[in-house]
């Protein structure tokens, strides 16, 4: 896919002295250079999501052993009749070739199959868990931005052991595997004091101890690339500027050099969806949560190809999407963009 | 692969609490004297939930420990292998075995409003038996089913092709339990989700399925037709019943200990003393009935087609120091691969093949086995003396299995053999183990009937078509476990399935390891929380206090 190219920074930050264009194009030009930048976007997306789903279909193709037998499980005793029947109707009697030539049509025409442990629609299993999902994950974010923002605004440039508290609180949060830490959380908080529910997604305390679960590792990459953005901005001309201007410190940071540092947080917008994402199998597990990571989890382990390839696909596309969007929002933030952006 | 559950709670709760309880060191069961109170709902942390309710497709036990609370059936069995009037009132099986008529009891009626009557009956087992339905259990308990006749409005006639004894043990499963033919007909590929769709005669009615996180049972008001025997007639005592899906052992344990759940499953051996430790709680232990978790040794793969290679690995386990220590003295070692509580178990195997190194090593020598190379394992004509038992995928591996394996090879290395072990996938591991590729695989089956022994030993059940991983081909064996399918005699059959057990034991195709055992921990506010032969929990007689 497109990325963009930045080159190098003119002297003065972005937001005090806006970098003039040089050389404007005519209107049907830009028009013609956006349309192919579009055009160029889809056609990389497409081919990213392709090979997702191809790879995900010969991951599971190329296995050794009978399909059927895998996906029976070790305990049944399916008659050679059912055995027959779950060949033709998953039609593992057919060619790989054609297998994946049937795949890729049911994708292109949106059919994700059936299920086949759960025999039913995946894009209604996949459609079930989003909401619980989106609502984890967001949560997640919100509390990781929100902390990370104090954390690296608070300490940034300060005194030695402020700042050096801070690293460690951040490599331990980074380190800490969420499995483990679900568990700690919920023998404090919901086994000991039974402040929160042991689990569950019905209610809005159910969703606090497995958003911090998630929020934590995150929060921690978050803090520790602010503060170095922030402490970068703290040193640029225009926040002496800004100083001579005679603003508060706060305001310096808060105003001024927080939103110079923010750039890179938005560069690591795919980083964060696949943390999110991945982090939630471990999160749903433990806390009993219905969501993609349990849906993952549990397609994976039973065998069931329809839901793990969706889900794939499904990541892929959410990918694409995301970065899509970076995109988009550096060329909103940041004015200097605009016109390489085209020229991709 | 879970058989028969009773209800018969006054008639056999002797038997049931000598049958649980003997030698458990002082469990409890919550079988209370004070009188029930209707109201009330009850949490169950389970550890998995199933991949799909439908009881006619899956094979899981949780999917049947559910459904049992929502579906009924014809008959229902108690622990010493005899069968109790349920839906059926009464019932005429013809001498050949061949065909078996059911007289159904009046009155009963679907949640739906459905009648249940002879239509009812055919509808359900001809959607098990057909291939569509894709079903990976229920239809071999239908074995060779060939239809059922309608005779009237409360009488049908379900035939087979041959003698079919197993068949009443079966019928007396939640596996063969009813659906609505009204459901059946507008809802049957949506059965596997669950929740409201599934619309059976049962105590309870399923009111909805959240994934990953919970079930909901809710109170049948109509119901008045449990099995006979049962402790009470009327609609269940609870209002609801909530199933919690809790996968992670110490997250359930934690949810029992802080009255977050009132009851949790699979309770893990470690944490049985401090859950026994708290006043408010008991915890309840009953063995399961069918194959125990045993180690078949596989007798057409050399060096395991000579009998005393296979005796040697049998006798050089020490299973009692073994299955102790891994499971902290919670589950019993065995000594027959059928259970204690299922019926026709042979108890003269106790004690007739101990821990025995040094006769292990004697066998080996007798068999030519007789160098020994470089790191000690010993070696016929310069080729070592190794044995495959691979791994089972991870994700199937329950109960520290892989630990007590790494037990296993640690006694046998000490009599100069070698096991490995390699990880395989699931598909890879099913195709080449019913190729008989390897030397020794393990597993375990909870049935009520020992008809398993059939599934097990029986030449025809050789993989892929059963689980005779052992691959015995022996003429006794199979003459004996058709004789005790095509005869209802209690005394004959067990029997014949003694004589099996001797033969597997004494031919070392089979090496029976521990018995397969529930561990509830359960609040004591929760009463007369029966558990049937089959270790499943049922709720139509439970009732709460405080609550």
Same mark, same amino acid.
């Given at each position: 896919m497109a990325t963009l190219e930045r $080159?190098?920074?003119?002297p003065a930050g972005p937001g005090l002295v806006p970098a003039a264009p040089t050389g404007r194009r005519s209107a049907g030009q830009s028009a013609r250079l956006v349309l192919r930048a579009v055009v160029h976007r889809l056609v990389a997306a497409a081919v990213v999501v392709l090979g997702a789903a191809t790879l995900a279909f010969l991951g599971l193709a190329l296995l050794p052993g009978d399909p059927v037998a895998r996906l029976l499980g070790p305990v049944t005793t399916a008659s050679p009749a059912v055995r027959a029947q779950i060949r033709h109707d998953y039609l593992f009697d057919r060619p790989v070739a054609v297998q994946y030539l049937h795949y890729l049509d049911s994708l292109v025409h949106l059919r994700m199959g059936e299920s086949y442990?759960?025999?039913?629609?995946v894009s209604a299993l996949l459609a079930d868990a989003l909401g619980p999902t989106a609502q984890l994950a967001g949560a997640a974010l919100a509390l990781a931005l929100v902390g990370a923002l104090v954390v690296a605004v608070a300490t940034a440039g300060r005194r030695r052991g402020w700042r050096a508290a801070a690293t460690v609180v951040e490599l331990v949060a980074v380190s800490t595997p969420s499995f483990w830490l679900g568990i700690v959380l919920l023998t404090i908080f $919901?086994?000991?004091?039974?402040?929160?529910?042991?689990?569950?997604?019905? $209610?809005v305390s159910s969703l606090v101890l497995p958003a911090i679960t998630l929020a934590l590792p995150v929060g921690g990459v978050l803090s520790q690339v602010l503060r170095e953005g922030l402490e970068t901005a703290l040193a640029e001309p225009f926040v002496i500027t800004a100083r001579a201007r005679g603003l508060r410190e706060s305001a310096v940071r808060m105003r001024h050099a927080v939103r110079h540092a923010a750039l890179p947080l938005v560069t690591l917008t795919g980083w964060l969806t696949g943390t999110l994402l991945g982090g939630a199998v471990p999160v749903e597990t433990v806390f009993g949560r219905p969501g993609v990571g349990a849906l993952v989890l549990d397609a994976v382990l039973s065998r069931d190809m329809p839901v793990v390839m969706a889900v794939v696909v499904f990541s892929a596309l959410l990918f694409v999407v995301l970065s899509t969007l970076v995109d988009l929002v550096y060329l909103a933030v940041d004015p200097r963009l605009r016109t390489v952006a085209v020229a991709v | 692969m879970r058989g028969v559950r009773t209800r018969l709670w006054v008639a056999v709760a002797a038997a049931v609490a000598s049958l649980l309880?003997?030698?458990?060191?002082g469990s409890g069961s919550t079988a209370s004297s004070g009188k029930p109170a209707a109201g009330g709902s009850a949490t169950y942390a389970i550890d998995t939930a199933p991949t799909c309710f439908d009881l006619h497709v899956n094979a899981q036990d949780v999917t049947a420990e559910i459904g049992r609370n929502v579906v009924d059936s014809l008959v229902s069995a108690a622990p010493d292998g005899t069968f109790h009037p349920w839906l059926a009132s009464s019932w005429q099986i013809t001498p050949d075995l061949r065909s078996f008529t059911f007289h159904l009891r009046t009155g009963v009626t679907f949640s739906d409003g459905t009648p249940f009557d002879a239509a009812a009956v055919k509808a359900n087992f001809d959607r098990i038996a057909?291939?569509?339905?894709?079903?990976?259990?229920a239809a071999s308990l239908l074995g060779p089913y060939t239809g059922t006749q309608v %005779?009237? #409005?409360r009488t049908v006639t379900v035939r087979f092709s041959r003698a079919f004894a197993p068949f009443l043990p079966a019928a007396s499963t939640a596996y063969l339990g009813f659906y609505s033919p009204k459901t059946l007909a507008a809802n049957a590929d949506k @059965?596997? +989700?669950?929740?409201?769709?599934?619309?059976?005669? +049962?105590?309870?009615?399923?009111?909805r399925y959240t994934k990953n996180q919970s079930i909901v049972l809710r109170r049948n008001?109509?119901?008045?037709?449990?099995?006979?025997?049962?402790? =009470?007639?009327?609609? #269940?005592? @609870?209002d609801t019943v909530t199933f919690r899906i809790l996968p992670e052992n110490s997250v359930r344990v934690g949810a029992l200990q802080s009255r977050q759940a009132d009851i949790a499953r699979a309770l893990p051996p470690v944490n049985v003393s401090a859950v026994r430790a708290d006043r408010r709680l008991s915890v309840v232990r009953a063995n399961q009935p069918g194959e125990v978790y045993s180690i078949y040794l596989n007798t057409t793969r050399a060096p395991f087609d000579d009998v005393r290679v296979r005796r040697a690995v049998q006798l050089g386990v020490d299973i009692d120091a073994d299955v102790r220590t891994v499971y902290f003295g919670q589950y019993d070692r065995a000594? &027959?691969?059928?259970?204690?509580? &299922?019926?026709?178990?042979? !108890?003269? @195997?106790? /004690?007739?093949?101990?821990?025995?190194p040094a006769a292990a090593g004697r066998l080996l020598d007798q068999a030519g086995w007789t160098g020994r190379d470089a790191q000690g394992f010993r070696t016929k004509g310069g080729k070592r003396l190794t044995l495959v038992w691979p791994l089972p995928p991870r994700e199937i591996i329950r109960e520290q299995r892989d630990v007590l394996g790494q037990a296993f090879q640690a006694d046998l290395k000490k009599i100069g053999i070698e096991v490995t072990r390699p990880g395989l996938d699931l598909g890879e591991y099913a195709t080449r183990g019913a190729a008989g590729e390897f030397q020794m695989s393990d597993l375990a089956w909870t049935r009520?009937?020992?008809?398993?022994l059939r599934l097990f030993f /029986? !030449? #025809?059940?050789?993989p892929p078509s059963g689980q005779n991983a052992s691959f015995l081909h022996d003429a006794d064996v199979d003459a004996w476990t058709l004789s005790g399918a095509a005869t209802t005699d209690q005394a004959r059959r067990a029997q014949f399935y003694r004589q099996v057990q001797q033969r597997v034991v004494t031919q070392a195709a089979v090496v029976p390891v521990y018995v397969e055992t529930t561990l509830l921990g359960v609040n004591?506010? %929760? =009463?007369?929380l029966g558990i049937d032969p089959n270790g499943w929990t049922s709720f139509h007689d439970v009732w709460v206090t405080g609550g």
């Open positions: $080159s190098a920074p003119p442990q759960l025999q039913q629609p $919901s086994f000991h004091f039974r402040i929160f529910p042991v689990a569950g997604a019905d $209610s | 309880f003997a030698g458990c060191g057909n291939p569509a339905t894709k079903s990976r259990y %005779v009237d #409005a @059965l596997c +989700g669950g929740g409201p769709v599934m619309v059976g005669t +049962g105590p309870f009615t399923f009111e008001p109509a119901y008045r037709w449990p099995a006979d025997g049962s402790r =009470h007639v009327g609609p #269940a005592y @609870l000594w &027959s691969p059928l259970s204690p509580t &299922s019926p026709g178990y042979d !108890s003269a @195997l106790v /004690n007739t093949w101990r821990f025995d009520f009937d020992p008809d398993i /029986n !030449s #025809a059940s050789r004591r506010r %929760v =009463h007369d």
